[in-house]
DNA sequence: GGCTGGATTGTAAACACTTACAAAATAAAA
DNA sequence: TTTTATTTTGTAAGTGTTTACAATCCAGCC
């Protein structure tokens, strides 16, 4: 059933059946009437296809992240899904994981598909290597390229996210006001803009004058990533003498550390602060409760349609919008009041 | 830039170029040379639409969740993205809630845009009430439904599924085998297969000869799964002496059971044996450790993305491919050994 | 009734592909 | 060399919309 048999069966032609379909009003009631009980009748769907030929658009918005099963990203295609729906986009997601030519294959899988933008979850991709972000460029020709929670300067590139810098900062600092000096920082891959949080915690610890940084990379080996943090953690020797507080970039990972203390009898909060990363229900789970940064990570997927639907809308939009993070403090710290 | 662009440039025929796209094998190796020099030249893409249009496919599949933030769910759309994407298909994504003119809206929605198929992801359909799921009988006249952990027997509609009844059922046993007989199923909306756990939670119940059942069902009001829980709980009066048991319908809810026990003093697995569902992250978080129910998602969502690739290919599949459930004995529980 | 202008409707040309079928070129066989 | 078979290429007809432009209708006015 197409738009002609339709229009044979109401006695018009298609352009009017074509009016009806998309609510113009140059028709009659009498007409649009008639043409829509016959629609009814035969369950007549227009064929999406067709129209994005004439109309060079399906309303259809490509998401790139790495993996939507870890729990931020997640919560980040949800949120982002449900502004685009709103506004009558549909989403097409594309799980790339953080392999540079499935990433490229995957965007120009996109592009050919013809979405109307892209929206790229979690800033996976090279910050500071300009080649290595090419094909971003490259497709931001074609289309809008909205990054979430990145930040790359382009003319058809934009940025909402969290200082997280100022977020790793804060923490690190309160941890230092409280008298823990001998802080570890660990992170992995996939905590979103790591080198941006790692930046803050360097400053935080260069401001308060202490020469040493401590940071450990977790790389993901078992699939279980509370395990891993464990078994890096238990390379350390005479680990409580050499660290009073643990600053993780995300909170699994703070979870891990967390693990590692109860296994060594370090008592947290009392010997040990721990923080970590995104304000997830995982922080919520452990005991003591794990103390960690909100990235206002609805606020950002919110502004992101926003700013989207503004571009779409032909007006001047924002190429940067910039959320600051606060910290939530739990029972894995024991702050002391700022004076 | 056209197909006929491209032809005119490799001084061919719109129907080789077309052929070399589509890797058909009768071009000879001079004139797809050409071709692709042409295409590579000039950054050709062809139009998706217009391919939809002719093949009457874009090769696109719609994935129908209730909500994709939820951590299980997200690691079913993930596993199930992934599937498709190695077959060459892309994924809409479409997150509807549990509101009914939404779910329908979505399918709509979805077989408008003309996809290949719909994955529905959580039975999040009253399984008993027919006329409700309607709407999906309706979908699958057009394109085959596949259900992950779903049920519902129709021509064109296939369920790949894990037995959670006997999941429940195999755990409560081991409660009451363990001595623990006043067990209290704690469960709520968004958990998979509600009424099944249910059931297999009666069956052995009953089967053990206890007469009386406890169940609590949680509503989500504030947001925050854990504290519902906690709340709900603490409505009982004398809980620790009305129970020795609580069987979750997910490992959150099981946390939150934890949390509430620590509140009050109780001791777990010594006062309380606790167990959750899904083998999922969040389990591993608390101290104690959950013990949990794996129900096979990956496994599920495999064979799903395999039957509905057998169906593509018009081979005969099995319209119901069902998992067993494995109980994961952790610290919340000290089940006795079997003998 | 004839005329005018606005509302309504129809015609036909895009849009960019795929593919059946016809035609041409080439290779193999006689 | 001619004939036949096979490979390669081209033509043209679909695929189902949208929309600019043309045509028609009709109420209101003279």
């Known amino acids: 059933m197409n738009i002609y048999d339709v229009s044979r069966q109401a006695g018009v032609s298609i352009a009017t059946v074509s009016r009806v379909i998309n609510n113009n009003t140059n028709v009659s009631e009498k007409t649009r009437a008639k043409v829509l009980s016959v629609i009814e009748e035969n369950g007549y769907t227009p064929n999406a296809f067709a129209r994005g030929l004439g109309l060079n658009t399906m309303k259809t918005i490509g998401i790139l992240c790495p993996d939507c099963s870890d729990a931020y990203i997640a919560q980040a295609v949800y949120h982002i899904e449900q502004g685009l729906r709103k506004n009558g986009y549909d989403c097409l997601l594309c799980c790339t ?131 891993d943090v464990v078994r890096a953690l238990s390379e350390y020797k005479d680990f409580e003498k050499k660290f009073d507080g643990i600053i993780a970039s995300d909170d699994i990972i703070a979870i891990g550390a967390l693990k590692y203390a109860k296994k060594c009898g370090i008592s947290v909060p009392d010997q040990l602060f721990v923080s970590g990363y ?39 939009m924002p190429k940067m919008t910039v959320f600051s993070a606060d910290v939530v403090p739990r029972a894995t710290t024991d702050f002391k009041e700022r004076t």
């Not at 965007?107 to 080649?131: C, H, N, P, Q, W």
């Not at 941890?175 to 915690?201: A, P, Q, V």
């Not at 005991?287 to 032909?314: R, S, W, Y």
């Open 97 to 227: 994981g953080f392999e540079k030519k499935v990433k490229e294959k995957s965007m120009e899988l996109l592009i050919s598909k013809r979405v109307d933008s892209i929206v790229m979850v979690g800033s996976f991709y090279t910050e500071d290597d300009d080649a290595e972000n090419e094909y971003i460029r490259l497709a931001s020709k074609d289309i809008p390229i909205m990054l979430v929670n990145g930040k790359l300067a382009a003319p058809n590139i934009y940025c909402t996210l969290c200082d997280d810098s100022a977020g790793v900062y804060d923490v690190t600092s309160l941890f230092i006001e409280s008298g823990h000096t001998r802080i570890l920082y660990i992170y992995d891959t996939l905590s979103f803009s790591s080198s941006n949080k790692l930046d803050g915690y360097r400053k935080a610890i260069k401001d308060a004058g202490i020469t040493e940084e401590n940071t450990l990379f977790i790389k993901q080996s078992s699939g279980e990533k509370i395990d």
């Open 278 to 316: 995104n304000n997830s229900e995982f922080g919520r789970c452990s005991e003591p409760e794990v103390t960690t940064v909100d990235n206002k990570l609805e606020a950002i997927c919110h502004q992101c349609v926003t700013t989207l639907m503004g571009v779409f809308a032909g007006n001047s």
